[in-house]
T-cell receptor, first 115, second 117 residues
Framework: NAGVMQNPRHLVRRRGQEARLRCSPM?????VYWYRQLPEEGLKFMVY????????ESGMPKERFSAEFPKEGPSILRIQQVVRGDSAAYFC?????????????FGPGTRLTVL | AQSVAQPEDQVNVAEGNPLTVKCTYS??????LFWYVQYPNRGLQFLLK??????LVKGSYGFEAEFNKSQTSFHLKKPSALVSDSALYFC???????????????FGSGTQLTVLP
């Protein structure tokens, strides 16, 4: 019974390059959330998606960041033209339903380092 | 707006002693409350949640938490700490609103628990 999977686990990019982070939710889960954790800080919400729909992107920077969750395949968080301040751990979570009582289960995270 | 405060960055406790990790919250309505644990270079693991009903919630690994509405608190407790409990603990809150934007969890800044042998 696989949990939430994320890859790559570690990603190194130079300034100006693109970063693509992938998240496969738990089996049967159709709701995906992305969070960012800066060093020494808690997790900050970025975006909430269902299959083929962005439900809430209020926590995502307006520029350079985008997310998708296609009908087939994993959810993708894309960061274009990365800067040093993008260095962080990015966590994906999934839930079975969209109810406020549903538990979010987290993946192991992708640690992005921008040189 | 919803927020969570974890007033202690660090908690040290001797193995076998009871432990408490504090959490207070602020929401406009009624809260759903969660505790997660994070081990080094790992993701967050769900421990327990409060939705409704009994104020004392029991979770994984012997942890429990008590919801106190008057004090807006949801402290995490364990009667007897283990060295393996040493980790970073996060409290999180979600408002009971029904709109899509309410699905996000708002996390505290985390409390590093160290259990000393």
């Amino acid at each position: 019974n696989a949990g939430v999977m994320q890859n790559p686990r570690h990603l190194v990019r130079r300034r100006g390059q693109e970063a693509r982070l992938r998240c496969s939710p738990m089996k049967g889960h159709s709701h995906v959330y992305w969070y960012r954790q800066l060093p020494e800080e808690g997790l900050k919400f970025m975006v909430y998606l269902q299959k083929e729909n962005i439900i809430d992107e209020s926590g995502m920077p307006k520029e350079r960041f985008s997310a998708e969750f296609p009908k087939e395949g994993p959810s993708i968080l894309r960061i274009q033209q990365v800067v040093r301040g993008d260095s962080a751990a990015y966590f994906c979570a999934s839930s079975l339903g969209g109810s406020s009582t549903d538990t979010q289960y987290f993946g192991p995270g992708t640690r992005l380092t921008v040189l | 707006a919803q927020s969570v405060a974890q007033p202690e960055d660090q908690v040290n406790v001797a193995e076998g002693n009871p432990l408490t990790v504090k959490c207070t919250y602020s929401v406009s309505g009624n809260p759903y409350l969660f505790w997660y644990v994070q081990y080094p270079n790992r993701g967050l693991q769900f421990l327990l949640k409060y939705i409704t009903g009994d104020n004392l919630v029991k979770g994984s690994y012997g942890f429990e938490a008590e919801f106190n509405k008057s004090q807006t608190s949801f402290h995490l407790k364990k009667p007897s700490a283990l060295v393996s409990d040493s980790a970073l603990y996060f409290c999180a809150v979600r408002d009971r609103a029904t709109s899509g934007s309410a699905r996000q969890l708002t996390f505290g800044s985390g409390t590093q628990l160290t259990v000393l042998p």
